[in-house]
């Protein structure tokens, strides 16, 4: 198994819903609010995401001075903006993405990550 095959498993571009909060001060101060008492939001996909490289640099797995955390970001940024796209056009119930398309965004990084 290569070092990143499944990494974008469960990461569900087609799932990512428009939320009327962020357009509204007040629901959006609760919505930090709330998410911070669990220690959540959505910086943590990215923090995960570095969290995991980070583990598979240290296990020899990623070159030692790539930067995991802007891999994650642009990673995680994609898949964001990928979900708003799909929604857009094809609504909740279109079709599931192709998985070929989660790779396609991967493979422009890998230079930047494998030894």
Do not use: N, W
């Not at 629901?27 to 930090?32: E, G, I, P, Y």
């Not at 583990?55 to 001075?65: Q, S």
């Amino acid at each position: 198994m290569a070092p990143l095959d499944g990494l974008l498993d469960g990461v569900g571009v087609h799932d990512v819903r428009l939320d009327s909060a962020a357009a509204q001060p007040r629901l959006m101060r609760a919505a930090r609010d709330s998410l911070r008492k669990y220690g959540a939001g959505p910086h943590e996909p990215v923090a995960a995401l570095t969290r995991y490289l980070d583990a598979e640099r240290d296990l020899g797995r990623i070159l030692a001075d790539a930067d995991t955390a802007a891999v994650a970001a642009l990673l995680m940024g994609t898949c964001f903006q990928q979900g708003f796209l799909r929604y857009f056009s094809v609504g909740s119930d279109g079709p599931a993405p192709e998985e070929s398309a989660a790779r396609e965004f991967v493979r422009p990084v890998l230079a930047e990550l494998l030894p």
